[in-house]
Each structure stands twice: as C-alpha cells, then as structure tokens.
C-alpha cells in the first residue's frame, strides 16, 4: 500500500489526509516520526522527514523548498512532481519593533530565529548573501515553536517568521526583508525516482486528488481552518488568515524553478550545510522544466 507523508506545513497533504477522500493509501504522520539528534543550525541540515523516503517510511511527501535539496545532498534519487505557486505572503524575516536593526547587514553577530531545514534556512541564506555575509556571520538558532517570543523577549535580534504564528505577533514586530523579490517559497511535492517510474498510474491518481483537494480549500476556506486549528492548535482565525494568503493549485516544474533551487544547493554547500554538490536538474523529469 502507498505511504503518503503528511504534516501542517504542507497545507495540501493536511486538508487531504483530513477530508479523507484518496483511498487505498496509508497516511504517515510526519510529526511522529523519530527525528534522531538534530545538528547544531552551523553544523548541518537536518534531514526533517527526507531520508523517510527511503528507509520506508513513505513514498510521496509535500514540504518547502529546503528538504528535497537535503535529500539530494545525502545521496538520495529523488524525483519532483510539481510545485506550488509562489507563498510570498507566507512569511518574512522580522525583527521587533523597537530594534536598532534596520538592515540585513546589520544582523552580523547577531542570533537570528529560524526553523532550521526548512523554507526559513533558505530564505535566510538568500538574504545574508544579497548583503554580502555568510551563513557563519550570523549566529542562527533553530528555535522551534518558541521563536516568537524569543524574539519579542529580546532573547534573539530576528526571526524568519511564517503565518499563524506571526499573526500573535505581528504588532511587536518589523519588516527586514520581504519575502517576494527574495525567492519564490513555493510548497513542493517529490517522491522516489522508482516510485515515479514503477507506479505512475499511482502518483497521477495521488496528484489528481491533491488537484481537487486544493480546489475545495478555496471554497471552503474556513472549514479547512477549522481542520488545523481542531489537530495542530492554533487560531481557528489566524489559520484562515493564513490559508486565504497563500496559493493552491499544484504546478509544472520550470527551469526558473530549477534555477532557484540550484542557487540555494550551492549557498548550502558553500555553508557547509550539505557535504557534497548537488545538481538540481538530476531530479527533474525530462518533460519538466522545458
């Protein structure tokens, strides 16, 4: 039986896993999962839920940007099915409202919050890079849930924030760098290369129930707030507000796609963050990206 990974921060696999209308699949919960020892955010990336991927622990998994890349980065066949529209809305890097901070360049020294391995390490690693400074000017803390008010209590100088959880915040806080004109953010799904290519007839079926899916979150905006708020926590409102700002629709993998994913594999090797060089294109299918 398929094993489909899911967990909030895809928001398609959530709703899916939640309405519960793709049969004849096993639903892996992602926050359940053994993470092992997690390296220090200046010794690595983990490898979040990637490795699951070939230890059988699922065959079809949605994240950001960032996993896949790490995935690539151990070694891993790893296939793209499709990505999302841009999250610019998603989230930004802020710091509070009253800091001395006004630009990135300013951050050197200073502890920035982030949830390390995920969308948050590229976002950050584009914007050190755009003002000239290193993964290792910086002094990033992988925070978790508790990034919100380490920042507000002063105990870090910024944080790549994301909605809901910046939605508590947001008030006591200022905009560094927007996320549009940064990169893209975009969701994404990826599987095994053999999975791709032993059961396509699976992964179309699995894509055009995420297709539909999607389209009844943007129906039904509320009700799918309603489905993070009841299992994940959270505001049943901060969620909706969420959700009515970010894109749903899966999308073809393009080469500016490509492109972007490239530049950030290159930033992660340069940091030290994966152990070898990547090439991105090796997991697109031909037909993707022309």
Do not use: C
Not at 101 to 126: C, E, N, P
Not at 225 to 231: C, I, R, V
């Amino acid at each position: 039986m398929t094993k489909i990974g899911f967990f909030p921060s895809n928001n398609s696999l959530w709703v899916l896993r939640h309405r519960d209308i793709l049969g004849g699949v096993e639903w892996v919960d992602l926050r359940t999962l053994p993470q092992g020892e997690r390296p220090s955010p200046l010794e690595g990336l983990p490898s979040l839920h990637g490795d699951h991927l070939f230890d059988g622990g699922y065959d079809f998994i949605g994240t950001g940007s960032t996993p896949p890349v790490t995935a690539q980065g151990k070694g891993h066949d790893i296939v793209y099915v499709a990505v999302s529209g841009p999250r610019h809305e998603n989230g930004r890097l802020v710091v509070r409202a009253d800091s001395p901070i006004t630009s990135v360049a300013d951050l050197k020294g200073r502890k920035v919050a982030l949830g390390h391995g995920s969308w948050q390490t590229t976002l950050l690693l584009f914007a050190l890079d755009d003002a000239g400074l290193g993964w290792r000017d910086v002094e990033p803390v992988d925070a978790g849930g508790n990034a919100a008010d380490l920042l507000v209590s002063g105990e870090v100088d910024a944080w790549v924030g994301s909605y809901p959880a910046l939605s508590r915040v947001e008030e006591k806080t200022r905009t560094l760098v927007e996320t549009q004109g940064l990169f893209s953010h975009r969701s994404l799904w990826f599987t095994r290369r053999d999975f791709a290519e032993q059961q396509p007839e699976e992964l179309a079926r699995i894509v055009a129930a995420l297709r539909e899916s999607d389209e009844w979150i943007t129906r039904n905006y509320r009700a799918a707030a309603e489905l993070f708020a009841a299992d994940d926590g959270g505001s049943v409102d901060d969620w909706e507000h969420a959700l009515r700002n970010r894109p749903f629709g899966l999308e073809p993998v393009t080469a500016e796609f490509v492109a972007e994913q490239q530049r950030a594999a290159d930033l992660f090797f340069a940091a030290g963050l994966i152990d070898r060089r990547i090439t991105v294109a090796d997991a697109v299918p031909e037909q993707a990206g022309d």
